[in-house]
């Protein structure tokens, strides 16, 4: 996932295209801000979009000081639907009031058929944000960051088991950059009481759905 800041230790846009131009098997989503340039980095996420450079987009509300529904960010929406491709975001953590599960609510209601993906679960208050967000069957849960809570493993696989048996098509495997233990992040997926077909899909089938992978792959 790329980064929305044209100077970044995770890449930018540019970066990490031309980086993995010729990798079959890593998939780029890019990152956009409202307030970095934000029109011509539109337009060069929708050409990425029509040469299937990229399969999806990240929005760093908190990160950046901008809130999810912002009004600028509709175009993205919008594009993101034409495309069929998701909208990935930044929750919790620091300014957790610029991503509040009400405005993934907002935005989920307001475009039934965008794909949206709550990454962090609005950590560290996960199961408030599975309350808020439930009923919308068009947001989706990267678990990113969760195992790096070394100190609050039983709530965490408390809500994320509560998802995998309600909403198993939801929820997807993330390891985040820079910060997080992937090896911890399997271990989390794998204490789950859920059936081998639930952590299949929970580890990679549904993140293939629902970034279209074996689409972009033929």
């Given at each position: 996932?790329?980064d929305?800041?044209?100077?970044?230790?995770?890449?930018?846009?540019?970066?990490?295209?031309?980086?993995?131009?010729d990798?079959?098997?890593?998939?780029?989503?890019?990152?956009?801000?409202p307030?970095?340039?934000?029109?011509?980095?539109?337009?060069?996420?929708?050409?990425?979009?029509?040469?299937?450079?990229?399969?999806?987009?990240?929005?760093?509300?908190?990160?950046?000081q901008f809130?999810?529904?912002?009004?600028?960010?509709e175009?993205?929406?919008?594009?993101c639907?034409?495309?069929?491709?998701?909208?990935?975001?930044?929750?919790?953590?620091?300014?957790p009031?610029?991503?509040?599960p009400?405005?993934?609510a907002?935005?989920?209601?307001?475009?039934?058929?965008?794909?949206?993906?709550?990454?962090?679960?609005?950590y560290?208050?996960?199961?408030?944000?599975?309350?808020?967000?439930?009923?919308?069957?068009?947001?989706?849960?990267?678990?990113?960051?969760?195992?790096?809570?070394?100190?609050?493993?039983?709530?965490?696989t408390?809500?994320?088991?509560?998802?995998?048996?309600?909403?198993?098509?939801?929820?997807?495997?993330?390891?985040?950059?820079?910060m997080?233990?992937?090896?911890?992040?399997?271990?989390?997926?794998?204490?789950?009481?859920?059936?081998?077909?639930?952590?299949?899909?929970?580890?990679?089938?549904n993140?293939?759905?629902?970034?279209?992978?074996?689409r972009?792959?033929?």
């Amino acid at each position: 996932m790329a980064d929305s800041e044209l100077q970044s230790a995770i890449g930018n846009n540019e970066e990490c295209v031309n980086l993995f131009s010729d990798c079959d098997n890593v998939f780029v989503v890019a990152g956009i801000s409202p307030l970095i340039d934000f029109q011509n980095n539109l337009n060069r996420i929708e050409n990425y979009l029509c040469q299937k450079k990229i399969v999806g987009v990240k929005l760093y509300p908190g990160h950046e000081q901008f809130y999810l529904n912002d009004p600028r960010l509709e175009s993205v929406f919008l594009l993101c639907e034409a495309f069929d491709v998701p909208v990935a975001v930044h929750t919790g953590w620091d300014n957790p009031h610029f991503n509040a599960p009400a405005l993934f609510a907002d935005i989920a209601g307001k475009h039934p058929k965008l794909k949206i993906v709550n990454c962090h679960l609005w950590y560290p208050k996960i199961d408030y944000c599975y309350e808020v967000t439930r009923d919308y069957q068009n947001i989706y849960y990267d678990i990113s960051s969760l195992a790096d809570d070394k100190g609050n493993k039983s709530k965490i696989t408390e809500v994320l088991h509560r998802i995998a048996n309600e909403n198993p098509h939801r929820l997807i495997f993330g390891s985040d950059y820079g910060m997080c233990d992937p090896m911890a992040h399997i271990e989390l997926v794998d204490r789950l009481p859920v059936s081998d077909e639930t952590r299949e899909m929970i580890f990679y089938k549904n993140a293939v759905r629902l970034y279209g992978l074996s689409r972009i792959n033929g």
